[in-house]
C-alpha cells in the first residue's frame, strides 16, 4: 500500500488544520494508522494512532484533547484533526500503516509502510 499526507500548512497558534493520509494499492481498512511528526532538531515522535478493527483511537498525551483521528474506510482515508495548534505542534506529519495491529503503537518501527510528510507551521 501507498501513502500519501497531505494538508499540511502554516497558521497561527490557536487555529486548526485537517490533515489526511490517503491509501492507494490496497484496502486501508486492513491497516492500523499511526501518526508521527518530527520537529527540527528533534527525533520523531508519535502522535495519533487508529486501529483498523474498530476504530479505536490512541493518543500522545502532548495532543489528548486537541486532536482527534478518524477514519473513512470508504475513501481509503484517515484524518486527524487538530485543534488549538500551538508553536510546539509545528513539525513534519508523516503517517504510516501496518497490517496487523499491535498494542506497540506508538513505537515506529513496527509500522510498515510510510507516507511522505506534511509540514505544519505553527506561528504565535
Known amino acids: 500500500v501507498q501513502l500519501q499526507a497531505s494538508g499540511g500548512g502554516s497558521v497561527q497558534a490557536g487555529a486548526s488544520l485537517r490533515l489526511s493520509c490517503a491509501a492507494s494499492?490496497?484496502?486501508?481498512?486492513?491497516?492500523?494508522v499511526g501518526w508521527f511528526r518530527q520537529a527540527p532538531e528533534k527525533e520523531r515522535e508519535f502522535v495519533a494512532a487508529?486501529?483498523?478493527?474498530?476504530?479505536?483511537?490512541y493518543y500522545a498525551d502532548s495532543v489528548k484533547g486537541r486532536f482527534a483521528i478518524s477514519r473513512d474506510n470508504s475513501k481509503d482515508t484517515v484524518y486527524p484533526d487538530m485543534d488549538s495548534l500551538n508553536v510546539e505542534d509545528t513539525a513534519v506529519y508523516s503517517c504510516?500503516?501496518?497490517?496487523?495491529?499491535?498494542?506497540?503503537?506508538?513505537?515506529?518501527?513496527?509500522?510498515?509502510?510510510w507516507g511522505q510528510g506534511t509540514l505544519v507551521t505553527v506561528s504565535s
Open positions: 504510516a500503516a501496518r497490517r496487523i495491529w499491535t498494542t506497540n503503537y506508538e513505537a515506529s518501527s513496527v509500522y510498515n509502510y
Open positions: 494499492g490496497g484496502s486501508f481498512r486492513d491497516y492500523g
Open positions: 487508529i486501529a483498523r478493527s474498530n476504530g479505536n483511537a
